[in-house]
Antibody, heavy 117, light 107 residues
Framework: EVQLVESGGGLVQPGGSLRLSCAASGFTFSSYDMHWVRQATGKGLEWVSAIGTAGDTYYPGSVKGRFTISRENAKNSLYLQMNSLRAGDTAVYYC???????????WGQGTTVTVSS | DIQMTQSPSSLSASVGDRVTITCRASQGISNYLAWFQQKPGKAPKSLIYAASSLQSGVPSKFSGSGSGTDFTLTISSLQPEDFATYYCQQYNSYPPTFGGGTKVEIK
């Protein structure tokens, strides 16, 4: 079964850091681009970052310079290092598998990040 | 960035109704358009990719159409399990962007 499982969310103070993980199973992880998408409570979906199979990375302006996406193919794992966190980063964070012709076809269940003092 | 505009933002419909949701891109995206369904407290589920292709396991009551800038998602006969929020997303270019969502509620 193809599956993505996020972990690492929690409560952090403004200015703090958190590292999210996404464990992949049931497919050849190294062959797929991977993305992070977040959703604040009651709001829509917002793309956060992406990493290609060659390790190329992409970010929107809202997180560039603060967030770092990485992958460890030997462990079938995706990561999101989040620094200088702000209240506006509070959201559920999802990892998703991406295929050029199929889009984001598999999503994890999400992990919740709360930035508050 | 490409802006995705969905309409309506919400709608009320009855079981058995035919429902259509539209999505407009601020510039041409060919057919790199996906539709997602999201139920409360759950992750988004991919329904359609490439504007009109159904993901594996998605029932044929869902259909998508369009190309360029204008797209539609149609549910042919609404069932209780279809009440949810639906999002479009363009993946033609970075950053991938989502529409604001359409909440489908029971009338």
């Amino acid at each position: 079964e193809v599956q993505l499982v996020e972990s690492g969310g929690g409560l952090v103070q403004p200015g703090g850091s958190l590292r999210l993980s996404c464990a992949a199973s049931g497919f050849t992880f190294s062959s797929y681009d991977m993305h992070w998408v977040r959703q604040a409570t009651g709001k829509g979906l917002e793309w956060v970052s992406a990493i290609g199979t060659a390790g190329d990375t992409y970010y929107p302006g809202s997180v560039k310079g603060r967030f770092t996406i990485s992958r460890e193919n030997a462990k079938n794992s995706l990561y999101l290092q989040m620094n200088s966190l702000r209240a506006g980063d509070t959201a559920v964070y999802y990892c998703a598998r991406w295929v050029r012709d199929y889009g984001m076809d598999v999503w994890g269940q999400g992990t919740t990040v709360t930035v508050s003092s | 960035d490409i802006q995705m505009t969905q309409s309506p933002s919400s709608l009320s419909a009855s079981v058995g109704d035919r429902v259509t949701i539209t999505c407009r891109a601020s510039q041409g995206i060919s057919n790199y358009l996906a539709w997602f369904q999201q139920k409360p407290g759950k992750a988004p589920k991919s329904l359609i990719y490439a504007a009109s292709s159904l993901q594996s396991g998605v029932p044929s009551k869902f259909s998508g159409s369009g190309s360029g800038t204008d797209f539609t998602l149609t549910i042919s006969s609404l069932q209780p399990e279809d009440f949810a929020t639906y999002y479009c997303q363009q993946y033609n270019s970075y950053p991938p962007t989502f529409g604001g969502g359409t909440k489908v509620e029971i009338k």
